[in-house]
């Protein structure tokens, strides 16, 4: 059974706690390490999905 994935949607609330948090000063810069680390999560799965 072959699965294809061709987009990846996640939806997500960054809530903000305080002015002084490092999330407050560099959201984007959180949303690219998520992206990142989903996209790396993603390419693991494909590629174990390959090796068995």
Not at 18 to 40: T, Y
């Amino acid at each position: 059974m072959a699965i294809e994935i061709r987009e990846l949607v996640i939806k997500t609330t960054i809530v903000e706690r305080s002015s002084d948090s490092p999330v407050a000063a560099a959201p984007q810069a959180l949303k690219d390490e998520i992206l990142a680390a989903c996209r790396q999560l993603v390419l693991n799965l494909l590629r174990e999905r390959r090796e068995r």
